[in-house]
């Protein structure tokens, strides 16, 4: 297994190997760049909806089929936010999407293998820059290019994001040799590799620790999150889904797809896959099973080519080697703390917040699930899984 082959790296893991700021869309997009460049301030309106039922629908299906994948992605970051801020972006949100912004969506979403709403790599992975391009992709150098409301806690937000995916190239990157090395049956390598791959998680935890410099919980709930639910299990949308006009598959029927969550984060998964954890049956392994298939699909597949190819459980466990043993176990806790710090964020960020806004339930994750209760069931099955 090599990363290069699912348009991966070391240095920048699961996020996109080229930056926003740097490609060009076709002059069909011109409205809908400058409109995206203006959200913020068209939110502020009041009547978003009042300007983004005016947009020209620009026809992409023939465009989206063979345009570079780099555009589709460009494009599918700004439709996106467009769609969310549509539906979202006033007090009740309505039953349709209107039929200039769902062709476009649904085009740009088929080319990608995607649902067609805002996805985490939507969000995160393709919606970052750096200021200057000789330096790292570090806090102090990257910038969120699409925005929703702005200003310090939505940027914050996701930038702790993209932060820790770059981090996790390194366990990526690591991973992919320990296929090698375990069938190989290289133990002073292996151990070397798991090492490395804890420190790489000691780095992101430095990360995760700075969400709270800048992003309040308040604000975050009330400002940032209400922008990136979905459709599914929202009890604000009365027909359980919403209609998609002129999308003539969709037979005019609701759709129940899931929001944009940092469940759909292929980090843990792909440890999952490397370190072959398995999760019992619950309404959370239920739907993190189903928000595989809104990731994109060259994840999709490095995810999968992991647990199929991974024997380092076994080699681990066969080896005799204390060390080695000790070294995956110490990798193992760092998933398991990993869960431990989202549940503690989903505790302060969401659950213990409150408020009236519709489709915006504390209990509920903007995925559409009630996560607090599984996620700590995973944390634990997660932690229970250590090689003797």
Not at 53 to 80: C, F, I, N
Request: proline share 5%; hydrophobic share 40%.
């Amino acid at each position: 297994m090599e990363l290069d082959h699912y348009g991966m790296s070391r240095a920048r893991g699961f996020l996109s190997h080229y930056e926003i700021d740097e490609i060009s869309l076709p002059s069909d997009f011109g409205e809908v760049t400058e409109v995206s460049g203006k959200l913020s301030g068209l939110l502020t309106t009041g009547r978003i909806r009042y300007w983004l039922v005016q947009l020209a629908d620009p026809g992409l299906e023939d465009w989206a089929k063979e345009a570079p994948e780099e555009q589709v992605r460009t494009a599918m970051v700004h439709y996106s936010f467009l769609v969310q801020a549509y539906v979202w972006g006033e007090p009740e949100p309505p039953a349709s999407l209107p039929a200039n912004l769902s062709r476009p969506i649904v085009a740009i979403a088929d080319r990608l293998g995607q649902a067609p709403l805002l996805p985490y790599s939507a969000y995160v992975l393709d919606n970052w820059s750096r200021f200057d391009k000789s330096g790292p992709v570090n806090l102090e150098n990257i910038y969120m290019v699409q925005n929703f409301a702005g200003g310090y806690d939505e940027n914050w937000f996701v930038l702790i994001h993209v932060a820790i995916e770059a981090e996790a190239g390194v366990l990526l990157d690591n991973a992919t040799k320990l296929v090698t090395v375990a069938k190989q049956g290289e133990a002073v390598e292996a151990e070397r590799l798991l090492v490395e791959m804890d420190a790489a998680w000691e780095r992101i935890y430095g990360h995760f620790a700075r969400m709270t410099a800048r992003c309040d919980p308040y604000v975050y709930f009330h400002r940032v999150r209400p922008y990136i639910h979905g459709w599914a299990n929202n009890p604000a949308l009365a027909e359980g889904g919403l209609i998609y006009e002129g999308i003539e598959r969709f037979d005019g029927k609701p759709q129940a797809l899931r929001g944009q969550t940092g469940s759909q984060s292929s980090i843990v998964p792909a440890m999952d896959a490397l370190f072959q954890i398995g999760h019992g049956d619950d309404p959370l392994k239920s739907f993190l099973d189903e928000l595989h298939h809104y990731r994109p699909v060259a994840h999709r597949r490095f995810i999968e080519d992991l647990a199929e190819r991974s024997t380092l459980r076994e080699f681990v466990g066969a080896s005799g080697a204390q060390s080695l043993k000790d070294a995956f176990n110490a990798c193992l806790n760092q998933s398991a703390r990993f869960r431990t710090r989202h549940l503690e964020y989903a505790a302060s960020y969401i659950n213990k917040q409150a408020g009236s806004i519709p489709g915006n339930d504390p209990d509920v994750g903007t995925g559409g699930t009630p996560f607090m209760k599984y996620l700590k069931k995973h944390r634990d099955e997660n932690a229970n899984q250590l090689v003797e």
